[in-house]
């Protein structure tokens, strides 16, 4: 697909200002040098008048610069001399500093282009990347601390002849830490990964049926079934190879979540489509590889938040401001690659899920799915807000908003809007998917009526579960709530506020 000119000058737009952003601190450095230095020199110049007249000190103008006098033996243990050599130092720290912010952003620029031509070398292109931020941050943030915090110390001795060592001190121990523990934090993607979901687990005993479905699929997919089976109140479903916490317990191994919502919207064939295209996943490797890729990311992604949070507490750790552009850029960067990457991965699954079911029963899925979304919304907005009541069935009372908006005859108007892939975009359009299944949204619609015979009949207590999934999202409301209470008396504390 060929790119579109407004995104390509959002981008050149984008990129110049992470690089003016990484320079602005190293560019204060070597101006605060300087100057120092000029300031240093007129002083000098100043005294001279004082001393030899305006004449006679225009006459030694040239021989008057701390530049000479600094090099002979007799001048260079004066202050002036310590001084003016220490401006220095902080001009050349400030373009050394620039360079190397300059130096990491290419490096990241020429690992996520390359990343973008291979997804089987991303994984391994974006951990050189993190790596390199990493260490780049600590040697960038340690030495802007030294460089900010000198400064700081010198621009006060120059201009108001004092120092406040404390707040020179706080703006080099702070600036210090935090670099130390971004790169920290950039450099731990060895941490196993996990995944946290409200749902509950369903073994071959409790839903046989369900899981005979799911091996017919496997079969004809080609690959193996899930080790585990969970279902879920949110209208997603997905195919993850990490270990997945839910409330209780915790399972490992390859794992299929489902939605209990869905499976009241869905019938057989729907649902067959959709696990098809999931375990698709698992055929390809592309839950091995978001295995490999997601460490990385998660770190970077922290890292660049505790930054971000470390300089909203307190502005003395303004020596790592340029570390939040290169994280950012870094992130962003690679996200667009894997994004591009991902989406290939699931037209791929939607090709497996059409041949194992059919390309309508595909399509209607995934409207359902869509009208889904809007629906779950509105029925966590109502849990969170009716705290004196108890919210109804989540899977069946999901399902009826959704089933209602798929009454009407007319498509609507909100589902054909997006048809080109936002760059950080996992999943293609959804026009663009029915596209590729050889439809149109308006003929997928027409037939994405509500099931005669759901496919949650496959499940033996649908109403058990549906409670059991009620309750679970209940705590998670009420947890909602005080958050929400919390922000809402914090805003009201702050417009009250003189």
């Known amino acids: ?30 101006l605060s040098g300087s100057w120092a230095r000029s300031q240093l020199n007129d002083r000098l110049y100043d005294l001279a008048v004082s001393e030899l007249g305006v004449f006679r000190a225009n006459l030694l103008r040239d021989q008057l610069r701390l530049e000479l006098l600094c090099q002979r033996p007799e001048f260079a243990e004066q202050t002036a001399c310590i001084a003016f050599q220490a401006a220095g130092w902080l001009q050349t720290g400030g373009i050394l500093t620039g360079l190397l912010g300059l130096g990491l952003l290419a490096f990241v620029a020429d690992r996520a282009s390359r990343a973008q031509q291979s997804r089987e070398e991303l994984p391994a292109l974006f951990r050189q990347a993190v790596r390199a931020t990493g260490f780049g941050a600590l040697l960038l943030g340690l030495a802007l601390s030294v460089l900010v915090a000198g400064s700081l110390a010198l621009l006060m001795i120059v201009f108001v002849q004092r120092i406040w060592p404390g707040f020179i001190l706080g703006v080099l121990l702070l600036g210090a830490y935090a670099a130390l523990r971004t790169a920290t934090i ?22 046989p049926a369900l899981w005979r479905l799911i091996d017919d699929v496997a079969r004809n997919v080609g690959t193996t079934p899930p080790d585990n089976l969970i279902l879920s109140p949110e209208p997603n479903c997905y195919a993850i ?50 295995r490999e890729y997601a460490p990385a990311l998660r770190a970077a992604v922290e890292a660049l938040e505790k930054l971000r949070a470390t300089l909203d507490r307190d502005a003395r750790a303004v020596a790592v401001l340029p570390l939040v552009p290169i994280f950012g850029f870094t992130v962003e960067r690679f996200t667009v690659a894997t994004a591009a990457h991902s989406r290939e991965r699931e037209f791929a699954a939607d090709r497996v899920a059409a041949r194992v ?55 609507p108007d909100w589902l054909p809007r997006e048809r080109t892939a936002h760059p950080v975009d996992t999943h293609p359009p959804l026009p663009l ?66």
């Open 1 to 30: 697909m060929a790119e579109h000119p407004q995104a390509t000058v959002g981008q050149n737009g984008s990129r110049l200002g992470v690089i003016l952003v990484v320079l602005l601190l190293p560019a204060l450095v070597w």
């Open 186 to 207: 950039a450099l731990s993607w060895g941490k196993p990964l996990q995944h946290h979901e409200i749902a509950v687990p369903l073994s071959r005993t409790q839903a």
């Open 241 to 290: 190879e990490v270990p997945v916490i839910l409330p209780g317990q915790q399972v490992a191994g390859r794992t299929l979540c489902l939605s209990l919502p869905l499976l009241h919207l869905w019938d057989e064939a729907e649902l067959r489509a959709v696990m098809a295209h999931e375990l698709a996943h698992f055929h390809g490797e592309d839950t091995q590889y978001s």
């Open 357 to 411: 079911s059919s390309p309508l029963a595909l399509a209607t899925a995934l409207l359902k799915v869509a009208v889904a979304a809007p629906a779950w919304v509105a029925y966590l907005e109502r849990a969170i807000a009716k705290a004196d009541q108890s919210p109804p069935p989540v899977g069946a009372a999901v399902a009826w908003l959704a089933s209602q908006a798929l009454l009407p005859n007319e498509l």
């Open 433 to 498: 998917r029915l596209e590729a299944l050889g439809l149109g949204l308006a003929e997928a619609w027409r037939a994405a009526a509500p099931p005669p015979v759901p496919a949650v009949t496959l499940l033996n207590h649908p109403t058990a579960i549906d409670r059991d999934l009620t309750t679970m999202l209940e705590t998670l409301s009420a947890a909602l709530r005080v958050v929400r209470q919390a922000a809402q008396r914090a805003e009201r504390g702050q417009r009250t506020r003189p």
